[in-house]
């Protein structure tokens, strides 16, 4: 039988129980109400008030029979609200005893996946332990091998160098003997020089031109961003090379004013700019601490120089040869540089930084400027200081510039002199200097003409001044800079004179 049958059961039997009880009080009374009617005068109030009392009792019981049906009608409401609950409870508790059933045999199968995979990282455990044995086994072999190469490379190393010291000392022998040879067949020119300048008449002078004084801008080239510290023209030619902040070397055909060529491969600002005799190479003074070698013909890097700790302002080379390189640098080091071998050859340390650097015409001195103001002279071989002069009292030396003669050299400091030694005996043979020229940085580098007749020198107003050399005294101030000028050059063939600011344009003047 369900809950509900039971339900209608218990309120039918509710029911009955109530009529019966109403039915028993009805005949309860009945003797009450027969008596009552009897005219019984005696007893007639006390059973008149009986009857009312019994008549109240009697509402009272109908109204308690309504109260209990209405109590009995919200119950089975109750009732039927609660057997659907229950049901919606009974659904919900076997919905969950079936995903309880369901989470347990996932759980089960889980719990035996995980014992699968227990048992297989145990494996990979065992195998891992195993191949670590074997690692350290091999790698104990590797470090056996790698001493043993190590010992074997040690040993092949010395003996190529063995080889390579030999063949550079046949080399050495040959080049000292192609040198001679052309000594030998310079000497007559060389004699023939009078006061360092050779006459246009004279043998080997073919590329020889008498300078002239510029007045005009030909050419005014953007050439660099952000400034542009030096610039050069090739030997015996009116091709400009120059270096500026933007990383790049860029050629310049001063005839047209365009651009021949670009050179790549530079990390760092460039400083300082230096080209081998033979106009084959270029090489570059860098902010990034090293130097760097090109090839102009297929304008690839062939050296990156590297050993200087601070950035490496000022380089030259041999004029002899292609072969030696020097160059200074912010770490207090100057160094020499074989560029067939690549590498340092040596260093020479010094307690003031050097700004400038000229190799001497045999390649056998080095010529260099300091921030304590001196000019100082080395050995190349030994790295021994030879001599030793006061350029520049208590002013940086920025400038040094060998004639072509190699008879004079010229220096530029901070205290915006211009001095003119002479080589042989280091004394000073003219100095120059006007009202208005300023040297504008540590580096701003100053030129002498090829026939050692002017000195042109840059100025921080933008202006270009030109001395007479025999006069000492300007000869003309050329104007179109609008930014300090940081470099000068002078072509080897007299003409013309290319000049350089920290705008990083180049005004080239003839």
Request: aromatic residues 6%; charged residues 25%.
């Amino acid at each position: 039988m369900s809950q509900e049958e039971i339900a209608r059961e218990a309120i039918k039997h509710a029911l009955k129980a109530l009529r019966k009880r109403h039915l028993v009080e009805e005949g309860a009374h009945a003797p009450a109400i027969i008596a009552l009617s009897r005219p019984i005068i005696s007893q007639g109030s006390e059973w008149k008030e009986k009857a009312d009392n019994l008549e109240t009792e009697l509402q009272q019981c109908y109204k308690a029979q309504s109260r209990l049906s209405e109590q009995l009608v919200v119950e089975v409401a109750e009732s039927r609200s609660s057997k659907a609950l229950l049901q919606e409870k009974e659904s919900l508790i076997t919905s969950l005893q079936e995903e309880l059933t369901q989470i347990r045999d996932e759980c089960s199968q889980l719990k035996t996946e995980l014992e699968e995979k227990i048992k297989a990282l145990e494996l990979v455990v065992s195998e891992n332990q195993q191949i670590r044995a074997q690692l350290e086994e091999m790698t104990m072999k590797a470090k056996n091998a790698e001493a043993e190469n190590k010992m074997l490379v040690d040993r092949w190393m010395l003996q190529k160098m063995q080889d390579a010291e030999r063949l550079n000392e046949a080399n050495a022998l040959y080049e000292d003997m192609i040198d001679r040879l052309k000594a030998s067949g310079l000497e007559k020119l060389a004699k023939q020089q009078v006061d360092g300048v050779v006459r246009r008449s004279e043998e080997g002078a073919e590329f020889f031109a008498e300078s002239t004084v510029p007045s005009t801008c030909k050419h005014k080239i953007n050439a660099h961003e952000g400034g542009c510290a030096s610039i050069l023209f090739e030997y015996n030619s009116a091709r400009l090379i120059s270096g500026g902040q933007d990383k790049s070397i860029k050629l310049w055909d001063t005839n047209t004013g365009s651009l021949s060529s670009t050179l790549y491969g530079c990390l760092g600002s460039v400083l300082d700019l230096a080209i081998t005799h033979d106009n084959r190479s270029v090489i570059a003074a860098s902010s990034s601490n090293n130097l760097y070698v090109w090839d102009v013909n297929s304008g690839r890097v062939r050296h990156t120089l590297t050993g200087h700790t601070d950035k490496v302002c000022a380089v030259d080379v041999s004029k002899i040869s292609s072969r030696h390189v020097v160059s200074a640098a912010y770490d207090r080091t100057l160094k020499v540089w074989d560029l067939h071998k690549g590498y340092c050859v040596n260093t020479i340390i010094f307690h003031s930084n050097c700004n400038a650097l000229a190799f001497s015409m045999d390649g056998q001195t080095i010529f260099s400027g300091h921030i304590d103001g001196n000019l100082r002279l080395w050995d190349i071989q030994t790295g021994k200081l030879l001599s030793e002069v006061a350029a520049h009292s208590l002013a940086a030396v920025t400038s040094i510039s060998l004639s072509r003669s190699g008879n004079i050299i010229l220096t530029s400091g901070r205290d915006n002199l211009h001095n003119l030694f002479d080589i042989r005996s280091l004394e000073v043979c003219g100095s120059l200097r006007a009202t208005g020229n300023r040297v504008a940085s540590n580096w701003s580098r100053s030129c002498i003409s090829p026939d050692e007749s002017y000195v042109a020198a840059g100025s921080a107003d933008g202006s270009v001044y030109i001395w007479s050399i025999s006069k000492a005294d300007i000869v003309r101030t050329l104007k179109e800079h609008t930014a300090p000028v940081l470099s000068c050059s002078w072509s080897g063939l007299g003409k013309p004179l290319a000049s350089a600011d920290k705008n990083g344009v180049v005004c080239v003047w003839t």
